[in-house]
Structures are given as structure tokens and as C-alpha cells.
């Protein structure tokens, strides 16, 4: 089995914020968890590939993509993860 996606500290920082916090723009994701900016990019562009977090653009002129997490996906993850731990959910 490969590693799961969430096995990243920053990404999975980045995720929690997203699902206990709600969407916000990566300049504030970047303020909030002390990240650089080059790296909450980096995670939030593999977190919206594999389906875990969506972007769109909330307000017009406002160039800052709004990130949302993918709540059904991150499921079928954390899932995926126990299974591979031995874990039950």
C-alpha cells in the first residue's frame, strides 16, 4: 500500500485548519500555521489534486483563491489509513 497523502506535517496542518476552521485564502493559511507561502502553495496544489481540498475564487478583483476542504474525500482517506495502522474508525 502506498503512503497516504496526508503523511505530510504542513499538509496535514494545512487540511486540519481547512476542516476546523473553514475555507480561507493561502496568504491567511500561511499567517495562521507560520508557513512560507511557497510551501502552503506547494501542499495546497497536492491536496487539490488528490481531491482533498477545492479552490475558488470567493469575491471579484480579489485575486486569492478561497480553499475549501473536501470533507467525503478526507473520510475515505483517514479510512484508508486506519485500515493500513490496524486502526478501526
Known sequence: MEPS????????RILHMLVTHGPAPA???SDALSLSAATVNR????????????????????????????APQIFQEMTRVCQFLGLEL
Open 5 to 12: 497523502i496526508l503523511m505530510n506535517l504542513p499538509r496535514s
Open 27 to 29: 496568504p491567511d493559511i
Open 43 to 70: 501542499e495546497l496544489e497536492q491536496l487539490t489534486r488528490a481531491g482533498f481540498v477545492s479552490a475558488s475564487v470567493a469575491i471579484p478583483g480579489n485575486f486569492d483563491s478561497i480553499y475549501a476542504s473536501d
